[in-house]
């Protein structure tokens, strides 16, 4: 990474007090940005933020007055906002059962924080003549996901959202698309660890995740995709179109 490569950037990472999203805040702050780091673990969310030179904001991404108050707090504090990650996020833990709440709350978090997040930034990102937004999704949004359907249906939504979203804000100057990894190497896969290892499928560290993250800033693409698989290089999934439909008589 080029030490300027955010210089005067303003950045938003959300779920950042842990995992892919500290080591996001680390990278981009490490490249010159100034980071807001939103989490509602306020304890290591300030962590995060005091070592990067940051600012730590509490953020519930479910609500969206959170969203839009750590989007404030990026104007206010270091004077617009250029990129927004909206990484939290939350696993259900498996299939035990149907739980009225518990499928709430994943799709609360999942996809209404990514909705909202969105929607904070737009206004901030337009008032700078344009941005880029990164909602980090799943390969589980990608393919059918078995042991974890909730989750699956969740970034499925994320991925068909910033598909849907991203042609009509272009024409602004804002970039948005998803970010999918396979299985990372952070808590939110300790209850499928076995799972995984039982499948003998690879587990990726967290550094290369955020270097594919920062290929999808570079892009100049938007309403993309991209997957992050063990071994490959990352890149837009290709989606395949529906059939024409048939005229009738």
Same mark, same amino acid.
């Given at each position: 990474?080029?030490?300027?490569?955010?210089?005067?950037?303003?950045?938003?990472?959300?779920?950042?007090?842990?995992?892919? =999203?500290?080591?996001?805040?680390?990278?981009?702050?490490?490249? #010159?940005?100034?980071?807001?780091?939103?989490?509602?673990?306020?304890?290591?969310?300030?962590?995060?933020?005091?070592?990067? =030179? #940051?600012? /730590?904001?509490?953020?519930?991404?479910?609500? &969206? =007055?959170?969203?839009? &108050?750590?989007?404030?707090?990026?104007?206010?504090? /270091?004077?617009?906002?250029?990129?927004?990650?909206?990484?939290?996020?939350?696993?259900t833990g498996g299939d035990g059962g149907f739980d009225v709440e518990h499928y709430r709350e994943v799709f609360a978090v999942n996809v209404d924080g990514v909705v909202y997040g969105v929607q904070a930034a737009l206004p901030a990102l337009r008032a700078r003549g344009g941005g880029r937004i990164v909602a980090v999704a799943s390969l589980a949004g990608l393919v059918p996901v078995p042991f974890d359907p909730f989750y699956g249906a969740s970034k499925a939504a994320v991925v068909n959202y910033v598909r849907s979203l991203a042609p009509l804000i272009a024409h602004e100057g804002i970039r948005l698309n998803a970010f999918c990894p396979s299985f990372t190497d952070t808590t939110a896969i300790d209850g499928f660890r076995g799972f995984i290892r039982d499948a003998g499928l690879p587990v990726m560290e967290v550094a290369t995740v955020v270097d594919a993250v920062e290929s999808v800033l570079a892009s100049p693409g938007t309403g993309e995709a991209w997957y992050v698989q063990s071994g490959r290089p990352s890149e837009p999934m290709a989606f395949a179109s529906p059939p024409d439909p048939v005229p009738t008589a």
């Open positions: 990474m080029n030490d300027e490569a955010y210089r005067d950037k303003v950045a938003l990472v959300t779920g950042a007090a842990h995992g892919i =999203g500290a080591a996001v805040a680390r990278r981009l702050a490490g490249g #010159g940005a100034r980071v807001v780091v939103a989490d509602l673990d306020a304890e290591a969310g300030a962590a995060v933020a005091d070592e990067i =030179g #940051g600012l /730590f904001v509490p953020c519930d991404v479910r609500a &969206a =007055g959170d969203s839009a &108050a750590a989007v404030e707090a990026a104007v206010e504090e /270091f004077g617009g906002l250029d990129i927004a990650c909206l990484n939290a996020g939350v696993v």
